[in-house]
């Protein structure tokens, strides 16, 4: 599975962006697709996601309410939807894929996943 994540740029506190993944050689309906981010120095971690049945993946606390991952199954894409950014969003955002066998715990992490996009980077600042 090729990914391709884009979207990312720099926006002022309070304000929105739309990433997307753009995901070749599999249907996404046939995959679980997570959306992870990593700010300098810290951990990667788990935004959201959507599991192959459509069904959303848990949301970090720090974004419930205000992000939304989304599919579209004509462009075969994965959105992550962010609202009313702070400057502690500011991060590398990656999508990933994981098998459709892959059980829900094993999605909360990176180590869940086999196939990574390079990143787009996601910046809050005024």
Do not use: H
């Amino acid at each position: 599975v090729q990914l391709q994540a884009s979207g990312g740029g720099l926006v002022q506190p309070g304000g929105s962006l739309r990433l997307s993944c753009v995901v070749a050689g599999r249907t996404i309906s046939t995959v679980n697709m997570g959306w992870f981010r990593q700010a300098q120095g810290k951990e990667r971690e788990l935004i959201g996601g959507i599991r192959w049945t459509g069904v959303n993946i848990r949301y970090a606390d720090s974004v419930k309410g205000r992000f939304t991952v989304s599919r579209d199954n004509a462009k075969n894409t994965v959105d992550l939807q962010m609202n009313s950014l702070k400057p502690e969003d500011t991060a590398v955002y990656y999508c990933a894929a994981a098998s459709k066998a892959k059980i829900l715990s094993t999605l909360w992490s990176p180590g869940g996943y086999e196939d990574w996009g390079p990143g787009t980077l996601v910046t809050v600042s005024s």
